[in-house]
């Protein structure tokens, strides 16, 4: 049986866990608190695999860009403890709103992840629940400034250049890789970019920091990004857009998997 989640070897022709490295999810679900109102938010599906993969029930999961609280409410449906950080605040309270008493407990915080003060508020939190790290965390931050999601300063979608984003995004790794169990498990999930006429490969570059800052690149998977675009009948003309071009059209992101 894996050390890492509650697998049972003897029902493993049941499992609902994937085993590919390329995700293709046909919808989004938003069955429960899933509303999906938040541009920029996880399909659930993805949050809900790698909680199913890398964590047993009761082991702490840990987000430290928690936008609209996808992953607190998978969490919360898995009987998983989760510790949630944003920056916006109205995002913060909005969570906590959603979030019900069960056994397990849901810290939410809004702060600043790339500043040892907010990680300083998390490690207290975890001590009065007498726990010393988390078994699992989940980094889905801005891709740079595609979606701005808020006016604040050290919000990482207002970064000022590629090399002040990769260098906050890098505190924010660096903070949760000390939080983070010894042997257990990262996963980022990112896109890459276009900047004048330049694909930008934002993944590889994040990926290269969480190898730099000693953390074992275990899974590389790739996932299809639902299409806003055909919602919008905008198909037609970024394929056009395409054709007359040099380019090819998004339609992946990665899920990078590491091991500490
Ligand atoms: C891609 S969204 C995450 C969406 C989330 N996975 C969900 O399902 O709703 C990135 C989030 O990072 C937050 N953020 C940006 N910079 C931050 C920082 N320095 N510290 C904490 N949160 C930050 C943004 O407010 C935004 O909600």
Request: positive net charge; aromatic residues 12%; glycine residues 4%.
């Amino acid at each position: 049986m894996p050390k890492f989640n509650d697998l049972i070897p003897e029902a493993w022709k049941e499992s609902e866990i994937w085993t590919d490295s390329l995700w293709i999810i046909p919808e989004r679900d938003n069955s429960g608190k899933h509303s999906g109102f938040y541009h920029g938010n996880f399909v659930p599906q993805v949050p809900r695999q790698l909680i199913l993969k890398y964590t047993k029930k009761n082991d702490v999961v840990f987000d430290p860009f928690m936008g609209s609280g996808t992953t607190a409410y998978e969490a919360e449906t898995l009987g998983r403890n989760f510790i949630g950080v944003d920056i916006q605040k109205e995002l913060v309270d909005y969570v906590r709103q959603n979030v019900e008493p069960s056994n397990n407990f849901t810290e939410l915080m809004s702060g600043d992840s790339t500043k040892a003060a907010t990680f300083k508020k998390i490690k207290s939190t975890l001590d009065v629940h007498k726990i010393k790290n988390v078994q699992f965390a989940i980094l889905h931050p801005p891709y740079t400034d595609i979606i701005k999601f808020s006016n604040l300063k050290d919000d990482l979608s207002n970064a000022v250049s590629l090399k002040d984003f990769l260098a906050k995004f890098t505190k924010v790794l660096k903070n949760t890789i000390d939080l983070l169990e010894d042997d257990r498990y990262l996963a980022i999930v990112i896109g890459d970019k276009y900047t004048a006429g330049e694909w930008i490969p934002l993944g590889f570059y994040c990926m290269n920091e969480a190898q730099e800052l000693g953390l074992k690149l275990k899974s590389v998977i790739i996932k299809n990004m639902a299409g806003n675009r055909a919602k919008q009948n905008k198909e037609a003309i970024w394929r056009y857009r395409a054709l007359m071009s040099d380019y090819y059209i998004f339609k992946h992101e990665y899920i990078l998997i590491f091991k500490k």
